[in-house]
C-alpha cells in the first residue's frame, strides 16, 4: 500500500517538474582553459542566481567554444570568444519579454510608458488595444513615429513566440504549459480564437491540465 502511495507522489512530482519547465537561454561551453571557462560559469550562474533564465553546461574538448541560443532554440552565439558570448547572453535576456508581457524588454519606452503593464497576455491586443500606437505612425515627431512601431513589432514578435511555444507545448504534451499559453493566446488575440478552439476545449477539460495551469500561474504570484 504503502509503495502504492508512494510511487503516486512521485507521479504527482514528475508532474509538477514538467510544469516548472521554463524555456531558458542555453550557454554551452566546450573545451577551453580553466579561466575562460570560469569567466563564462560566473557570468551565467551569476545571472541564473538572480533569477533570469539561463541555463549553464559544460562538454571536454580542445579549444574554446561557447554556444548560446535563445529559448526557442535559435542560435545567437558560436564561437571562442568569451566575452562576446556573455554579451549575446546578456542582450538575449534583456529582449526577452516578461512571461506575459507583450513588451519586450529591448523596447525603449518614453511617451508609451504607462503601456508596459497594461499590454500583457490575457487582454486584447487587437483593436482599440493598439489605437495609440498607430496612430503615433501618423506623428510628425520621429522618435515617437520609432518607439509606437517598436510596440507594434515587439507584439507581432510575441505573437510569433507564443505560436511556436504552443506548438512545442502539443509536441511534448506539456499540458499545464500548452493550456496557459492557448489561454494567454485565445484571450489576447480573440480574432483567432478558433485556431486553437479544439485543443482549449480538450485541454480545459482535462483536470491534469488545469492543476498544472494553475499551479504555474500560484507560483508566478510567489516570486512576486
Known sequence: MNRVVLCAACVGI????AL???RKVVVTVEGGDAEEVAFVRKNAKGYAANGHPVSYAEKPGGGLRITVTDPNGAEVYSGGDKNAAV????ETLTSLPVPGQLIGGGVV???FKQYQKKLVMGKSAEGFALAPFKAALKSKKPAE??????ILDSIEKAKARLAEDIKEDLAADDKGMAL???RWY???????RKTYEADF???SADPEAVKAEKAWFAAQKKRR
Do not use: N
Not at 554579451?87 to 546578456?90: P, T
Open 14 to 17: 514528475l508532474a509538477l517538474g
Open 20 to 22: 516548472a519547465r521554463e
Open 87 to 90: 554579451v549575446a547572453m546578456v
Open 109 to 111: 519606452l518614453k511617451k
Open 145 to 150: 513615429v520609432e518607439e509606437a512601431q517598436a
Open 180 to 182: 496557459r499559453d492557448i
Open 186 to 192: 485565445v484571450t489576447t488575440w480573440p480574432s483567432e
Open 201 to 203: 476545449k480538450r485541454l
